[in-house]
């Protein structure tokens, strides 16, 4: 079997250097407490500390009735606290940490608490529901809703820019822009999600428009340290396009990211998994990511997630198609991922499904969060 040492190489990531290059996904636990990050979230990533990059769970830039109802924020003084206890124990190992920056638009739910606390409704590009979903802790477990369109998107871009300043305030060393899985960036560069008239509708350019300017914001904050998921194959939430209305929206939005400066840029390939049938068929555009686009992409680091596995990631990096490759469901599993990769350990540990989303009152908030044993090592 071919070595995988060059994924243990380092790599200059805007102004950090890592020391390998595994990184951990972006992953929704829901053990936040009324929005704010706790002390069992600090052990749980410093479990984690050791990936050449981590990446928060999604993280709310403002108050959203969201289906996870316990995921944490950043845009109040007592969840930047909360914040820095973690980032300081993750340096504290020897780790780097980027906030991922989280807007969902259509896929909140105004009968949420949140949503109702925010006292605003659930905005989206337009007054279109997208279909599924699933607000179990609402009475009826409904589904999305129509929302109301935006009347300005740079409201919500303002928000970004101070969720920025809030993780700056927190330690945190980047951030990155949630653009993939359907939520408020995709939603905009979506041609059956995003119907409007104006700037920020029609055109690929315009569509392509609040994304971008989500970066910009992002960049006054932290520079070069800024970096993006994209999911273009769609699916998960109601988005996709036929397939040359994606090549030619993704196409353009990757070119015009990677002329802005950032650190990196991930493609999340096709996974069935988040591509849920939904009236009897599946939403995605199956298609390969990497040969896609990876080409277009001239400055940022280029990362590729979904399903890839060390060896794989091994050949991608060697070919020079990635630069670092990012792992989701394993991290939820297996808290020494970078230790299991490095010495040919399989990630055999078995899901403890309560635990592993929204565990609420079904079981201890521990349980299939932070007891996932290591691996043997002689």
């Not at 960049?219 to 036929?242: A, H, Q, R, T, W």
């Not at 009236?279 to 399903?307: P, Q």
């Not at 040919?344 to 932070?370: M, Q, R, S």
């Amino acid at each position: 079997m071919p070595s995988t040492n060059v994924l243990f190489t380092p790599l200059q990531l805007g102004d950090v250097t890592l020391p390998n290059r595994i990184f951990m996904s972006a992953l929704t636990r829901d053990r936040a407490v009324d929005t704010i990050p706790t002390d069992l979230m600090l052990d749980y990533y410093v479990q984690r500390a050791d990936a050449g990059l981590v990446v928060t769970e999604g993280t709310l830039i403002t108050r959203q009735g969201t289906e996870w109802q316990d995921a944490p924020g950043i845009w109040n003084e007592e969840q930047v606290q909360g914040w820095k206890k973690i980032t300081n124990a993750v340096h504290a190992a020897g780790g780097h940490m980027y906030c991922q920056v989280w807007h969902l638009g259509r896929v909140s739910h105004p009968d949420a608490p949140q949503q109702i606390l925010a006292g605003v409704p659930v905005y989206a590009p337009s007054a279109i529901s997208a279909k599924g979903g699933k607000f179990r802790f609402l009475p009826g477990a409904p589904g999305y809703v129509t929302p109301t369109e935006l009347p300005d998107p740079w409201v919500i871009i303002k928000q970004f820019k101070e969720a920025a300043v809030n993780a700056k305030a927190a330690g945190f060393d980047g951030v990155e822009l949630h653009g993939a899985n359907g939520y408020l960036i995709a939603q905009f560069l979506d041609n059956t999600a995003n119907k409007r008239t104006d700037k920020w509708g029609g055109s690929v350019g315009n569509r392509a428009r609040f994304g971008l300017e989500a970066l910009k914001v992002l960049k006054e904050v932290f520079g070069s340290n800024v970096g993006i998921k994209l999911s273009p194959c769609g699916g998960y939430n109601d988005v996709g396009m036929p397939l040359q209305d994606t090549l030619d929206t993704f196409s353009y939005f990757i070119t015009e990211a990677d002329k802005l400066g950032l650190s990196y840029i991930t493609l999340v390939r096709y996974s069935e998994g988040f591509d849920p049938v939904i009236d009897g068929k599946r939403r995605g555009t199956d298609h390969d990511v990497v040969a896609s686009y990876r080409h277009l992409i001239k400055n940022a680091k280029v990362v590729v997630n979904g399903g890839v596995l060390p060896q794989e990631g091994a050949e991608l990096v060697e070919s020079g198609k990635a630069d670092a490759i990012s792992l989701g469901f394993n991290y939820v599993t297996h808290p020494d991922v970078v230790k299991r990769a490095k010495h040919g350990k399989p990630f055999d540990n078995i899901p403890n499904v309560p635990g592993l989303y929204g565990a609420g009152k079904k079981v201890h908030l521990e349980v299939g969060y932070t007891d996932y044993p290591q691996a043997v090592y002689n």
